[in-house]
């Protein structure tokens, strides 16, 4: 078994939000912090999505995303999805 492989590694996406932060309890599990991170934007995405159709303003929220020991190892800002790849092909940057 190749030894240069990454072993899966468990992330908590924490959402602060104006009004405080609202924990992940579960957690998801990602072979890589980028692969996470797209994730995230994904999800931001689709939580704004969401808020515009409820007429809530969510481009300040953020995830917090933590790993296994709750320590913050990346901040994903709600308003970074206008600037991702993640949009789509001819979309973004």
Known sequence: ???HETQPAL???NIRTPSGLI???????YTSLQIARKDALAKARDMVTEGDQKGEDRH???FEIMDRANQRVLTVTFSDISNSKVTGPGEGY
């Open 11 to 13: 992330y908590y996406f």
């Open 1 to 3: 078994m190749p030894t």
């Open 60 to 62: 300040d929220w953020t």
């Open 23 to 29: 924990e992940d309890p579960e957690g998801e599990t």
